[in-house]
């Protein structure tokens, strides 16, 4: 006397063919109420099973590809908490996924800092702004500020409906290093010149100042503020010798 209500088994045709139905079963009984069998009412949805299970492989392939993608993919879901952490996020980071789901991506492993600027840029996505090469820092498990580049988007469900973000990074720290090397160098450049114990002038390809250091104010008296820009030959050398001076600029360029 109890009905079962969407069963689903298979049933094999004539030739072989496999069906998935979809059955309610109730019981079968005569004038005394009493149960003398079964009627099973079905739908053949064998169509609806492929379409399933071809959505479940994509799906699938899809978790596979994040999974070993050689770049850094977290999501986030409506919360801001972590429901994708791919194996580079875990080399990276030193965190596993199993220490990092459900947990708050923003509040927990972002900087102080850093936290308005990253929880914005995820409000947009949520929003459906997406945002391209967006930096930020990370630290791993030992403390090691590790610098993202990171693309964020915006994470649907079948209808539309914005979920979650997901984000795909790039590990920088690297060039980041290296930017700061030059920059540092650059910078020592620049002291050396505007501090060297010599007058030291430079043009631009139109014969334009523009450099100017502090031995050169001392001994012209024209302060670099005076002097950048102005065409060097024509401002501040004689008449007399400016065609060799031009000629030797020439040359150098």
């Known amino acids: 006397g109890k009905g079962t209500a969407n069963f689903e088994f298979p049933i094999f045709t004539k030739d072989w063919r496999r069906i998935e139905i979809l ?15 079964v009627l099973g009412v079905g739908q053949d949805i064998t169509e609806r099973k492929k379409v399933e299970i071809e959505k479940a492989n994509v799906a ?10 050689n770049a ?5 879901d409506h919360n801001g908490m972590v429901n994708e952490w791919n194996n580079k996020v875990v080399e990276i980071t030193g965190y596993s996924k ?38 930020f820092p990370i ?18 469900n079948v209808k539309g409906e914005a ?17 700061m090397e030059k920059a540092l160098v650059a910078q020592d450049f620049r002291t050396f010149i505007d501090t060297a114990n010599a007058p030291i002038i430079g043009i ?29 030959v024509k401002v501040y ?14 040359d150098a360029l």
């Open 23 to 37: 059955a309610n079963a109730t019981t079968r009984c005569n004038e005394q109420g009493e149960a003398v069998g």
């Open 60 to 69: 699938q392939e899809l978790q596979t590809f994040i999974d070993t993608a």
């Open 72 to 76: 850094p993919i977290f999501g986030i």
């Open 98 to 135: 199993e220490e990092v789901m459900g947990k708050s991506l923003v509040d927990v492993y972002i900087s102080e800092d850093f936290r308005e600027s990253v929880k914005s840029v995820f409000d947009d996505a949520l929003d459906g702004k997406g945002t391209a090469n967006f930096e």
């Open 139 to 156: 630290f791993t498990k030992d403390r090691r500020r590790i610098e993202i580049l990171l693309n964020a988007t915006t994470r649907c």
């Open 163 to 179: 979920i979650g973000v997901l984000g795909v990074g790039q590990d920088i720290t690297e060039r980041k290093k290296v930017e």
């Open 204 to 232: 631009d390809h139109n014969g334009l100042v523009n450099e100017w250091n502090n031995m050169t104010v001392e001994l012209t008296g024209f302060s670099r503020a005076e002097v950048m820009g102005e065409d060097l």
């Open 237 to 250: 050398i004689t008449e007399d010798f400016r065609e060799s001076v031009k000629s030797v600029f020439d």
